[in-house]
């Protein structure tokens, strides 16, 4: 059922993203960039799907999805599968923890492999400050590589995150943040249809 309806979306080009997010601190503020892309990705009028590590609560990992035995799969566990499963193109939003990506988000792309193949993928990063989080492009990207969803040559990057967009990842410019969200967007939307035809 819902791969006839995802293959049906297919043929009408409407496309699965999902937002993978790492931040779990309790005044995080990177939430507000992955709302601002997600809203952006319904306004083109795809699906847009957010795996928040707050909500999915997956514990450091001690089994991957496929050691599980199907009937023991913890249900939060079982739902990112699901999510990540049903995905054309992946979003990867992450600051910088010193120079490094979050551990959350780490700790999510472990638990799952196959879920990942052969479809797009794409870094998106930001700060508070005024670097963008830029550094953990590299160990992202070699991590994507790895996991089999290569990362295209965009994406947004966003210094000063809190100052430009506020709590429901409304932009202070929304001229500048549209400019730089489609230059990324539709390259990964070329490569989503390339990958998923
Ligand atoms: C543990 C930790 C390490 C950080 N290291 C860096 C860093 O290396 N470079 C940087 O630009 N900002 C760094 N910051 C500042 C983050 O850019 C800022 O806190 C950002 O809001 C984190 O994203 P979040 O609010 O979504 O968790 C660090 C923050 C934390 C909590």
Redesign the pocket.
């Known amino acids: 059922m819902v791969k006839n309806t995802m293959q049906k979306n297919i043929k009408k080009n409407i496309f699965n993203f999902t937002i993978i997010y790492g931040?779990t601190?309790k005044?995080?503020?990177?939430?507000r960039f992955v709302y601002y892309l997600a809203n952006q990705i319904k306004l083109k009028g795809h699906k847009a799907i957010i795996v928040d590590p707050l909500i999915a609560k997956l514990p450091m990992l001690n089994q991957r999805f496929v050691e599980y035995k199907k009937s023991k799969v913890p249900e939060n566990i079982k739902k990112v599968q699901k999510a990540l499963n049903r995905s054309s193109a992946f979003i990867v939003v992450s600051?910088?923890?010193?120079?490094m990506p979050?551990p959350a988000l780490i700790n999510i792309f472990n638990y799952y492999y196959a879920e990942f193949n052969r479809k797009p993928s794409c870094v998106c990063t930001?700060?508070?400050?005024d670097?963008a989080?830029i550094?953990v492009q590299s160990p992202l990207r070699a991590m994507l590589a790895q996991l089999g969803c290569p990362p295209i040559k965009f994406g947004m990057f966003q210094p000063k995150?809190?100052n430009f967009f506020n709590k429901e990842g409304a932009p202070s410019n929304q001229k500048d943040a549209e400019a730089r969200f489609n230059v990324f967007f539709d390259e990964l939307l070329w490569y989503t249809k390339k990958l998923n035809s």
Do not use: K, L, Q, T
């Not at 005044?27 to 939430?31: E, F, L, S």
């Not at 600051?95 to 120079?99: D, L, S």
């Not at 930001?126 to 400050?129: C, E, L, M, V």
């Open positions: 931040s601190r005044n995080r503020v990177g939430i600051a910088e923890y010193n120079h979050p930001y700060s508070s400050g670097f989080g550094r995150v809190s």
